[in-house]
């Protein structure tokens, strides 16, 4: 079964770092892009972050950028967020997604986070 | 990168059929042939309907299409059922290795 299951979040001040995991497995993880989506609470979809299967090509969305950075490890089939200077605004539930052509196809359950002093 | 353009909320009656509209511009719907659907329940991860403007994934009924015209993209769905009530969202790719969502259409089945 084809599953991506997200980690990492929870409670930070603004300011601080958070680092997300995103654990896939049931498919050739270095085969496929990998993304990062998230949605504040009651607000639509925001893409993050996106990265390729080789690690060449990498894009934030700029709300994210210069703070948010995407990596993977295929060898260890994990794709990570690291998410540094966060804001009150990068509050949302974060999902992982994996890329089908230019496309969402698998996403996980998220993981929350909350910015608050 | 600002969000594609979709009306705030469709309706329509069981068996009938809507289309939401998702508006951008040259530098995303209208420049490239990557554009997604999505459909979202309330508190469930999101759902690919459509990639690539038009083309939909194994396991998704063919009541769903995709369809794009200059710097607007539509997805229409057809034969409305009581399940297809949901929150629809569409995605372009934006360049530079950037993507961008539509700020969403809430379909209600009256």
């Known amino acids: 079964e084809v599953q991506l299951v997200e980690s990492g979040g929870g409670l930070v001040q603004p300011g601080r770092s958070l680092r997300l995991s995103c654990a896939a497995s049931g498919f050739t993880f270095d085969d496929y892009a990998m993304h990062w989506v998230r949605q504040a609470p009651g607000k639509g979809l925001e893409w993050v972050s996106g990265?390729?299967?080789?690690?060449?090509?990498?894009g934030y969305a700029d709300s994210v950028k210069g703070r948010f950075t995407i990596s993977r490890d295929n060898a260890e089939n994990t794709l990570y967020l690291q998410m540094n200077g966060l804001r009150p605004e990068d509050m949302a539930l974060y999902y992982c997604?994996?890329?089908?052509?230019?496309?969402?196809?698998?996403w996980g359950h998220g993981t929350t986070v909350t910015v608050s002093s | 990168q600002s969000a594609l353009t979709q009306p705030r909320s469709v309706s329509g009656s069981p068996g009938q059929s809507v289309t939401i509209s998702c508006t951008g511009t040259d530098g995303d719907v209208g420049g490239y042939n990557y554009v997604s659907w999505y459909q979202q329940h309330p508190g469930k991860a999101p759902k690919l309907l459509i990639y690539?403007?038009?083309e939909r994934p194994s396991g998704v009924p063919d009541r769903f299409s995709g369809s794009k015209s200059g710097n607007t993209a539509s997805l229409t769905v057809s034969g409305l059922q009581a399940d297809d009530e949901a929150d629809y969202y569409c995605c372009a790719y934006a360049g530079s290795y950037t993507r961008v969502f539509g700020g969403g259409t809430k379909l209600t089945v009256l």
């Open positions: 997604a994996k890329g089908l052509r230019d496309a969402f196809d698998v």
């Open positions: 690539d403007v038009s």
């Open positions: 990265i390729s299967w080789n690690s060449a090509s990498i």
